[in-house]
């Protein structure tokens, strides 16, 4: 049961304008805070955006304003040391927030956080989206929901009973992921072609926007240069200086 639905998992875009209830948000959230996290340090936080103005604006800032408005749930998963300075407070110590290890610690503990939220929205049959556009507009999005030092937006995510749900799309073959033993880089001069035509069949007949693309040209196209280079220069304002 819960194989089958991760395994049919895709991200929806456009849900039926339903709201979903606090009662039932507060049970995922509860739910998602079941998830592992280092040093039970629970570096996460999540802004609920109920506020229609707010919403809107988030939608636009994110460059996801279609989403947010047929969502029946609006989210901001954030990193947070900020409760853990007031933890630190309350035992007469300044905490070290300010290490590239702490960003990666709250990196891994929210994603944690979100997949655990994800899986038990979809098991209700909810259909789900995360959203990075978050990241191209982190100064504008964290005075928009007055977030202090020490807290910084992950990325967005929304939730809603799905108006139209995309097909499934098909993931690296396992080859391409699992090494045993030792990293093997010569293998992907097969299989990465493989997996194009896969991806290429895939764009060709899937149910709405056919096209004639690939994977390794779509991460040539994505990675050829830097992206988001203002995050550098954020986190450090919000105190996180990759000391």
């Known amino acids: 049961m819960v194989k089958e639905l991760l395994r049919n998992h895709s991200s929806v875009r456009i849900y039926d304008?339903?709201?979903?209830?606090?009662?039932?948000?507060?049970?995922?959230i509860s739910t998602a805070q079941m998830a592992a996290t280092s040093h039970f340090v629970q570096a996460y936080s999540v802004i609920w955006v109920t506020d229609a103005e707010k919403k809107e604006k988030l939608g636009l800032l994110s460059g996801n304003p279609r989403q947010y408005e047929t969502s029946g749930g609006a989210f901001v998963f954030c990193v947070d040391f900020k409760r853990l300075q007031s933890a630190g407070k309350l035992e007469g110590v300044d905490i070290v927030a300010d290490s590239a290890e702490n960003v990666l610690v709250g990196v891994a503990d929210v994603s944690l956080f979100a997949q655990n939220f994800v899986v038990a929205a979809e098991s209700m049959g909810y259909g789900i989206c995360y959203i990075g556009g978050v990241r191209n507009?982190?100064?504008?999005?964290?005075?928009?929901?007055n977030l202090p030092d020490?807290?910084?937006?992950?990325?967005?995510?929304?939730i809603g009973v799905?108006?139209?749900?995309?097909?499934?799309?098909?993931r690296l073959p396992v080859a391409a992921v699992l090494?045993?033993?030792?990293?093997?880089?010569?293998?992907?001069e097969e299989l990465l072609p493989a997996y194009?035509?896969?991806m290429e069949a895939y764009?060709?007949?899937?149910?709405?926007?056919?096209?004639?693309?690939?994977?390794?040209k779509q991460m040539a196209d994505?990675?050829?240069?830097?992206?988001r280079p203002h995050i550098n220069e954020f986190l450090a304002k919000k105190g996180f200086n990759w000391k």
């Open 222 to 227: 994505f990675l050829i240069e830097q992206r």
């Open 137 to 145: 507009k982190l100064e504008e999005i964290s005075e928009l929901f």
């Open 196 to 198: 194009n035509d896969t």
């Open 179 to 188: 090494h045993e033993n030792e990293y093997n880089t010569e293998k992907y």
């Open 150 to 158: 020490y807290v910084f937006p992950l990325f967005g995510l929304t």
């Open 17 to 28: 304008g339903n709201p979903i209830s606090k009662e039932i948000i507060e049970e995922l």
């Open 162 to 170: 799905p108006a139209r749900r995309n097909d499934v799309k098909p």
């Open 203 to 216: 764009y060709n007949t899937r149910s709405s926007n056919r096209k004639i693309d690939n994977w390794t």
